[in-house]
T-cell receptor
Framework: GAVVSQHPSWVICKSGTSVKIECRSLDFQATTMFWYRQFPKQSLMLMATSNEGSKATYEQGVEKDKFLINHASLTLSTLTVTSAHPEDSSFYIC???????????FGSGTRLTVV | LAKTTQPISMDSYEGQEVNITCSHNNIATNDYITWYQQFPSQGPRFIIQGYKTKVTNEVASLFIPADRKSSTLSLPRVSLSDTAVYYCLVGESGSARQLTFGSGTQLTVLP
């Protein structure tokens, strides 16, 4: 079946540094991928839509200069959290859709802790 | 934008059938209904998707009445491992709206 691999599964970084999270579609090509953020005991919040070969589309209230998205190939999208602060600590999840299937496949998520 | 409303939580016992209902009064003609399951610290997992009437797969059934203003996810004979948050999403296939998550339902299966 469709597999979306997300790396790393967890990361701890210092305030002010940048962190890159990778999302790969392992057995299919994904022209579009989606990035989410989830705080404890809350639902997933869609941050942005990543489009291969073009700029990402960000949801209202999400700072595009802080959350840099790059979708350079049909199987890889990256989310870079720049100048991270403790309030950016969260669970980040990506998703993509396998052509011809129902629903979306989600990555296993990345737990970001900024200290 | 079709907003969804689900119960915040439900409890059940092992071996019972569980039905989780989702209301989506403003569902549009092109919208599909999709359910996902999420365990703590994991990404959501697709369960089932439907447009109307009834859909069944190896893990669940989805019942959608004719007016499509609600839907019911049915989990047969739940086990402890079915304890998770279940999300109902409504949106047009392939659109970002289809991936707008509501608050979800925390299902707790008791022994």
């Amino acid at each position: 079946g469709a597999v979306v691999s997300q790396h790393p599964s967890w990361v701890i970084c210092k305030s002010g540094t940048s962190v890159k999270i990778e999302c790969r579609s392992l057995d299919f090509q994904a022209t579009t991928m989606f990035w989410y953020r989830q705080f404890p005991k809350q639902s997933l919040m869609l941050m942005a839509t990543s489009n291969e070969g073009s700029k990402a589309t960000y949801e209202q209230g999400v700072e595009k200069d802080k959350f840099l998205i790059n979708h350079a190939s049909l199987t890889l999208s990256t989310l870079t959290v720049t100048s991270a602060h403790p309030e950016d600590s969260s669970f980040y999840i990506c998703s993509a859709r396998h052509p011809g299937t129902d629903g979306y496949t989600f990555g296993s998520g990345t737990r970001l802790t900024v200290v | 934008l079709a907003k969804t409303t689900q119960p915040i939580s439900m409890d059940s016992y092992e071996g019972q059938e569980v039905n989780i209902t989702c209301s989506h009064n403003n569902i549009a003609t092109n919208d599909y209904i999709t359910w996902y399951q999420q365990f703590p610290s994991q990404g959501p997992r697709f369960i089932i998707q439907g447009y109307k009437t009834k859909v069944t797969n190896e893990v669940a059934s989805l019942f959608i009445p004719a007016d499509r203003k609600s839907s019911t996810l049915s989990l047969p004979r739940v086990s402890l491992s079915d304890t998770a948050v279940y999300y109902c999403l409504v949106g047009e296939s392939g659109s970002a709206r289809q991936l707008t998550f509501g608050s979800g339902t925390q299902l707790t299966v008791l022994p």
